[in-house]
């Protein structure tokens, strides 16, 4: 049984792919609590914690400065200190899913380091797991924001929950948003919008091809 979270004028905000170039600089123009203006070379954006632009994933932030990641090494910076390129570009992670004999797409991956198995579904808001896998996750969903959902059967009770990280092959993205619905239901983890949103989506035969958005 899929369940699909329909939320009235959903609009995904698909960022531009971006890299570092060799000798680009990252600077620091503007600190917030959980985000931050970055500049990277001549782009500049304000960036919330989790977020990756241009290839510099902003891991915190607070008026006292920025964690940022480059190419695996962590740093941080000041109010309008920068640091000096010559980092190497990070590779675009990719993965190709292939259907089962009834068309669906089911990939293994993690959700917070553990192991689950995921269905595709793009017509799923955010990525959706039963309140018994979410135990079994060893996710407190019940600590996540009420709500009800509107299924097939009945309106059922949700919690909204904010994931550490969710992985998929190559594919890793922090801070996702989550629903968990009470019960057994789905039997699979929908791998929703929520994090389909960071990666783009392409046909290649009859695979699926993900490739990470930077």
């Known amino acids: 049984m899929r369940f699909h ?21 990252v600077k620091v123009i503007a600190l ?31 008026g006292r400065g920025a964690v940022v ?3 695996g090494k962590r740093m941080k ?12 570009k990070p590779e675009r992670s990719s993965l190709k899913i292939y259907p089962d004999d ?20 793009t017509g799923a808001t955010y990525v959706t797991l039963s309140g018994n896998k979410a135990g079994q996750l060893g996710i407190d969903f019940r ?11 009945a309106m059922v009770p ?9 992985s998929v092959g190559g594919i890793r993205v922090s801070n996702v948003d989550a629903t968990v619905i009470a019960g057994d239901q789905p039997a699979d983890v929908l791998l929703g919008n929520s994090f389909l949103q960071h990666t783009r989506m392409q046909k290649a035969g009859a695979a699926l091809e993900l490739k990470k958005r930077f």
Do not use: H
């Open 102 to 121: 009834y068309g669906m797409y089911f990939v293994n991956g993690e959700i917070n380091g553990q192991k689950t198995r995921f269905l595709v579904d």
């Open 143 to 153: 600590k996540g924001v009420p709500s009800t959902v509107q299924t097939a059967a």
């Open 5 to 25: 979270l329909c939320l009235a004028g959903l609009m995904l905000a698909l960022s531009s792919s971006g890299t570092l170039a060799a000798d680009a600089a």
């Open 158 to 166: 949700v919690w909204i929950v904010k994931l550490d990280s969710v």
């Open 32 to 62: 917030f609590t959980d985000k931050a203006m970055l500049q990277v070379g001549s782009q500049q954006k304000i960036v919330n914690k989790g977020e990756t632009f241009e290839g510099v994933l902003l891991e915190s932030a607070s």
């Open 69 to 71: 990641v480059i190419d």
């Open 77 to 88: 910076l000041g109010l309008n200190q920068s640091i000096a390129g010559n980092f190497k």
